[in-house]
């Protein structure tokens, strides 16, 4: 098994060469290479950690405590988490920063750190249809969760769960099992917030948290029209890795068929590949160009500025990466695949052609935007 501490890039006082923050010997990413660790250098981390799929360790206790979502109780490692399955999948809606009805959230900034840590974790369902408690959640195990996708524009997040417990499959498909409600776990009383302590209004709010399991459930903690399964996949991992990765907010549920069309969140890629391209500066003045225009006739430039006026302290790169991931559903790491998809999203050749298509899509919005102030 993988783990930072067997890596060639852990430093031993709990950092990274490369990614920034606190990093246990336990946990692990994408980057992962098998070497000695290193003590006493000096470090100049470049990734953050949502960046590298930074895991942390299983839980193995329930030692803290824990919230129900009911008061009574690099894409070839995304790939490699379907290799050699067969059956059944579901994507369902997992977790977001929004209070569900039991009066707690979490923040976006956890779910960056640690929404990965719910791979592995099991998707369960009880006989009354509520939660187990984590100590017991493996005896009530009906799939397991391998994949987790962060849509970014609406700070939400899906989930990717293999089933594996005969009968349960049918039930989804017959939509008798619908609705779904995380678990997690209190990453330390330092990273609980409580708001009106005491009173009707009492209010938590975790600033980290340990993932814990999925549960199908009667009645969802973020409600029906939120907690639900959006659509189940019967075939190989693979394939139906690629046919869930079209499914987004706007799809309704059921089961998927092949002429589902939907956004691709590739939000990290174009970051990537602006970053690559453009300079700081540049980003900077496309998103102020765009945020003073009027021009009606480029859908990224309009994003741009209902992103910006939402959250003015984003980064320019993310901000246009967002806007880009909204809009150009062709240009989307989906749009140019054909043939052997499998074979074209990890070549090098596809990866080369999509970050063209950002490249290109930015150069003619910066086109746009400078006829339109001339």
Same mark, same amino acid.
């Given at each position: 098994?993988?783990?930072?501490?067997?890596?060639?890039?852990?430093?031993? /006082? =709990?950092?990274?060469? *490369?990614?920034?923050?606190? @990093? $246990?010997?336990?946990?692990?990413? !994408?980057? %992962?290479?098998?070497?000695?660790?290193?003590?006493?250098?000096?470090?100049?981390?470049?990734?953050?950690?949502?960046?590298?799929?930074?895991?942390?360790?299983?839980?193995?206790?329930?030692?803290?405590?824990?919230?129900?979502?009911?008061?009574?109780?690099?894409?070839?490692?995304?790939? /490699? =988490?379907?290799?050699? *399955?067969?059956?059944?999948? @579901? $994507?369902?809606?997992?977790?977001? !920063?929004? %209070?569900?009805?039991?009066?707690?959230?979490?923040?976006?900034?956890?779910?960056?750190?640690?929404?990965?840590?719910?791979?592995?974790?099991?998707?369960?369902?009880?006989?009354?249809?509520?939660?187990?408690?984590?100590?017991?959640?493996?005896?009530?195990?009906?799939?397991?969760?391998? /994949?987790?996708?962060?849509?970014?524009?609406?700070?939400?997040?899906?989930?990717?769960?293999?089933?594996?417990?005969?009968?349960?499959?049918?039930?989804?498909?017959?939509?008798?099992?619908?609705?779904?409600?995380?678990?997690?776990?209190?990453?330390?009383?330092?990273?609980?917030?409580?708001?009106?302590?005491?009173?009707?209004?009492?209010?938590?709010?975790?600033?980290?948290?340990?993932?814990?399991? /999925?549960?199908?459930?009667?009645?969802?903690?973020?409600?029906?029209?939120?907690?639900?399964?959006?659509?189940?996949?019967?075939?190989?991992?693979?394939?139906?890795?690629?046919?869930?990765?079209?499914?987004?907010?706007?799809?309704?549920?059921?089961?998927?068929?092949?002429?589902?069309?939907?956004?691709?969140?590739?939000?990290?890629?174009?970051?990537?590949?602006?970053?690559?391209?453009?300079?700081?500066?540049?980003?900077?003045?496309?998103?102020?160009?765009?945020?003073?225009?009027?021009?009606?006739?480029?859908?990224?430039?309009?994003?741009?500025?209902?992103?910006?006026?939402?959250?003015?302290?984003?980064?320019?790169?993310?901000?246009?990466?967002?806007?880009?991931?909204?809009?150009?559903?062709?240009?989307?790491?989906?749009?140019?695949?054909?043939?052997?998809?499998?074979?074209?999203?990890?070549?090098?050749?596809?990866?080369?052609?999509?970050?063209?298509?950002?490249?290109?899509?930015?150069?003619?919005?910066?086109?746009?935007?400078?006829?339109?102030?001339?």
């Amino acid at each position: 098994m993988s783990k930072c501490g067997d890596c060639k890039y852990f430093v031993e /006082d =709990n950092t990274c060469q *490369l990614v920034e923050g606190e @990093i $246990k010997e336990a946990d692990t990413c !994408d980057l %992962f290479q098998v070497g000695e660790p290193k003590s006493n250098i000096n470090i100049n981390p470049i990734y953050d950690k949502a960046e590298v799929n930074y895991r942390h360790a299983k839980l193995s206790s329930c030692d803290m405590p824990h919230y129900h979502g009911t008061i009574e109780n690099p894409d070839i490692e995304f790939l /490699d =988490n379907y290799k050699g *399955l067969e059956g059944s999948f @579901i $994507k369902k809606f997992l977790i977001s !920063d929004k %209070f569900n009805i039991n009066k707690w959230r979490v923040t976006w900034e956890s779910i960056l750190l640690d929404v990965k840590g719910f791979i592995g974790q099991p998707l369960v369902l009880t006989p009354a249809r509520d939660h187990p408690s984590v100590k017991n959640q493996e005896s009530f195990k009906v799939g397991e969760i391998i /994949d987790v996708i962060i849509d970014e524009m609406n700070h939400t997040v899906y989930q990717v769960s293999h089933i594996t417990k005969p009968g349960i499959a049918e039930l989804i498909h017959k939509k008798k099992i619908r609705f779904g409600s995380p678990t997690v776990v209190v990453y330390s009383e330092a990273t609980r917030e409580i708001r009106n302590r005491g009173t009707a209004s009492e209010e938590h709010v975790l600033h980290r948290f340990k993932p814990g399991h /999925d549960a199908l459930v009667a009645e969802p903690a973020y409600g029906k029209e939120v907690d639900k399964i959006k659509a189940i996949c019967d075939g190989t991992g693979l394939g139906c890795a690629m046919k869930l990765s079209q499914v987004d907010a706007s799809v309704k549920e059921g089961a998927l068929g092949d002429s589902t069309i939907s956004q691709l969140t590739i939000v990290g890629f174009v970051r990537k590949t602006l970053n690559k391209k453009f300079k700081p500066e540049t980003l900077k003045a496309i998103v102020e160009s765009a945020q003073n225009s009027n021009s009606k006739d480029s859908c990224i430039s309009r994003k741009i500025k209902i992103i910006t006026d939402e959250d003015p302290s984003k980064p320019h790169d993310q901000i246009i990466a967002m806007a880009y991931s909204y809009c150009e559903k062709s240009g989307s790491l989906e749009g140019a695949l054909g043939g052997d998809v499998v074979d074209k999203i990890l070549g090098e050749k596809q990866r080369i052609r999509d970050e063209m298509k950002v490249i290109q899509a930015v150069e003619v919005l910066q086109d746009k935007l400078a006829k339109y102030h001339s």
